[in-house]
């Protein structure tokens, strides 16, 4: 009997072409996951095989050993293995509830939870805050009961707008010729001299921006309740009710506030804000007031450089090897003192470091006094205005003036004075 696993191939002829036999393609099929077949008994011979041929016809069943067998190769990209089925969720334990989820956003593959913090933690947080809010607000109210008030009800006025009166007080009380900053504190004058107002400024602030107003202390007038004529400054000899008096009765011009500071606590402010920044474009220098300044360009001032700067009277630059006096006295000096309180007002009103503010707040505190009707949130308000406060500077123009017994003195020019006068609420001046 043949073998029908031995093969015979005729040899090509010589003449005939060759070409291989036809080559059977496998069939490729995708898997479908099917069920498994029902399994009999363990003691039956025989389970149930669906047909995997769709043109053959077959019983139900057949003996397994009897089964055909078909290759099936995987379309390219699917898994070669079918699918494994989904595993039941598991069951709550009882007395629980299922978790409900939302939509999988990939944290929990990632093993991530989002944090939800407890209403303790959150109860936690605000109790701190509270407490640190609290603290701030009793220690800055703390500090504003410590300055110094005085009762001026009587001289101030109402209506809109407002006029703060910023008065610098050249008091010597406390000041000895060897101090060291005495040279800015005292200037020319001796210690010992009667406190005046070395500085005299007016700032409105109302619905149409800021706007500041300097009365040079040289101007001549009739002081309030004593009838003398004098300069303005010396009505500072009785009082700051007696100074606002007399800018009421002598320009018309309303105050609503009133702020002191002496010069001991101008320079500490300047000192704890790092000191003030200026452009000089010469070096200058005022032997009166004690500024020295050897250099051009911006130069950093501290608290004795920047008062000796304000204070200065007569102010001489150094050009080309040469000394030039500005020769503006009082008006120079005026324009001076303007840029420089605009300067240190907004950099106070920028401070946001805590040591920084506590420091000025110190200072302050230390040499101010205010009208007892400026309340604290009043002056919370101020100190924020001050924060983008950018006042524009105003003078009255003046002229010369030598009074019967020498003295020279400052008189105004009109109507230029009075219409600068009004806008700072002022129907005009009234100086004889």
Not at 333 to 349: N, P
């Amino acid at each position: 009997m043949r073998d029908p696993r031995n093969i015979t191939i005729a040899a090509p002829t010589s003449d005939a072409p060759l070409v291989p036999p036809p080559r059977r393609t496998p069939e490729i099929v995708a898997p479908t996951p099917e069920a498994a077949p029902p399994v009999a008994d363990a003691g039956s011979a025989t389970r149930a095989v669906p047909s995997v041929d769709a043109t053959e016809t077959a019983p139900a069943t057949r003996p397994a050993a009897a089964e055909q067998r078909r290759v099936v190769v995987p379309a390219p990209g699917a898994d070669a293995r079918p699918p494994r089925a989904a595993a039941p969720p598991a069951a709550p334990p009882a007395g629980r509830p299922p978790t409900t989820t939302g939509p999988d956003d990939g944290s929990e593959s990632r093993g991530w939870r989002r944090f939800v913090p407890s209403k303790r933690v959150v109860l936690g947080v605000l109790v701190v805050l509270v407490l640190v809010v609290g603290a701030t607000a009793f220690w800055a109210y703390s500090k504003f009961e410590s300055i110094e008030t005085v009762e001026l009800s009587s001289v101030l006025a109402s209506g809109d707008g407002t006029n703060y009166l910023i008065v610098g007080s050249d008091t010597r009380d406390g000041i000895s010729a060897d101090d060291p900053n005495a040279g800015a504190i005292i200037g020319d004058d001796t210690v010992g001299s009667p406190e005046r107002s070395d500085t005299v400024l007016i700032l409105r602030i109302d619905d149409e921006g800021a706007r500041m107003l300097s009365v040079p202390r040289d101007l001549y007038v009739t002081i309030s309740e004593t009838g003398e004529r004098s300069r303005i400054n010396t009505a500072f000899n009785g009082g700051p009710s007696r100074l606002i008096a007399t800018l009421r009765d002598q320009l018309d011009l309303p105050v609503h506030h009133y702020l002191e500071v002496d010069f001991v606590s101008f320079s500490g402010l300047v000192d704890a804000l790092g000191g003030i920044t200026i452009d000089f474009p010469h070096p200058a220098f005022d032997t009166h007031s004690g500024l020295q300044l050897t250099a051009a360009g911006p130069q950093t001032l501290d608290g004795t450089q920047a008062l000796a700067y304000v204070r200065s009277r007569f102010y001489t630059e150094v050009i080309d090897g040469r000394e030039v006096p500005e020769g503006t006295g009082d008006v120079g000096r005026v324009v001076r003192q303007q840029q420089f309180l605009a300067a240190v007002m907004q950099e106070v009103g920028a401070e946001r470091n805590p040591f920084t503010l506590r420091k000025i707040a110190d200072e302050l505190s230390a040499g101010m006094r205010i009208d007892s009707d400026l309340g604290f949130f009043e002056a919370l308000s101020l100190l924020r205005r001050m924060r983008g406060l950018d006042p524009a500077p105003n003078s009255m123009p003046t002229t010369n003036f030598t009074t019967g017994a020498g003295a020279a003195v400052l008189r105004l020019e009109q109507p230029g004075a009075d219409e600068i006068l009004a806008q700072f609420g002022s129907s005009g001046s009234r100086i004889e």
